[in-house]
């Protein structure tokens, strides 16, 4: 069984930043990708970033490509989303998510653990 829990979310201004964190436990963290969803209020679950297991491969959502930086610390167990120049159409429940497949991956079916998400609120 593997436990991902995410922090870091919060209130912020429009152009703000914040950094999101991911701490996976349970099992051994480098034997999965991991990647960032949102769900805003009243729309469906958007894939955001996914770094694979060592890290070499990285993709991102349209919507945050250019803003959004992902990132892994295989010695804290721990993946990051930063995100610069927030807007408040950013404004969602971010939940991270492993899957032990290869490779890196866009759709939620492929992720087989989920954390419980954190809310970002961009206020313009």
């Known amino acids: 069984q593997v436990q991902l829990v995410e922090s870091g979310g919060g209130l912020v201004q429009t152009g703000d930043s914040l950094r999101l964190s991911c701490a996976v436990s349970g099992r051994t963290f480098s034997e999965y990708a991991v990647g960032w969803f949102r769900q805003a209020p009243g729309k469906e679950r958007e894939f955001a970033a996914v770094?694979?297991?060592?890290?070499?491969?990285?993709d991102y959502g349209d919507g945050v490509k250019g803003r959004f930086t992902i990132s892994r610390d295989n010695t804290k167990n721990t993946v990051y989303l930063q995100m610069n120049n927030l807007k408040p159409d950013d404004t969602a429940v971010y939940s991270c998510g492993a899957s032990a497949l290869s490779g890196v991956f866009r759709s939620a079916g492929r992720v087989d653990y989920w954390g419980k998400g954190t809310l970002v609120t961009v206020s313009s």
């Open positions: 770094i694979s297991r060592g890290g070499s491969i990285i």
